[in-house]
């Protein structure tokens, strides 16, 4: 899926180099944002608001994982995802049917050349109606997602 550069909007104001692109009309929240008690930055979430056309189809929650990997588990991150970065493996579960009416995927990221900060991706989609409307757009998104070298603060 491709989306014009006039239809996204680019993320990269971090302490720890995640940068990714998401399309107009979501809405990104840095975690701390709603968890006050959390002081370093560990990812986003990233939803379809109010303004978007459908509100709350979508919720993807995107975040560090710690140096040893503990979210990553081969049996359950079993197919290959393929990215836009081609330095970059990553993984993706099946879709998994969660409550109601709601479908679940879990993406892994190892997008860090250091190995770590890679990166663990929960996609919540309201309906499976709304995970065929949005499935390609999501992978578009995560296919963005890279850790980078977090720029340098500059000399006074």
Known sequence: LLVPDSLRANFDQNDIGLKLWYPLGWKLLDNRMIDLTQKE???????????????????MFILIDDPKHSAY?????????QMDDSLSA?????????????FSTKYYLFTD????????????????????????????????????????????
């Open 41 to 59: 930055f560990n990812g986003v979430i990233l939803n379809t608001d109010s303004l978007s056309e459908d509100t709350g189809a979508v919720n």
């Open 73 to 81: 588990n081969k049996a359950t991150y079993k197919n290959p995802f």
């Open 90 to 102: 990553a993984y993706v579960t099946d879709p998994i049917k969660s409550s109601g009416k709601k």
């Open 113 to 156: 050349p250091t190995g770590l900060k890679n990166i663990q991706v929960n996609v919540d989609y309201a309906s499976q109606a709304m995970m065929e409307k949005y499935q390609k757009l999501v992978d578009a998104v995560i296919r963005s997602i890279k850790i980078a070298e977090p720029p340098k603060p500059k000399d006074p």
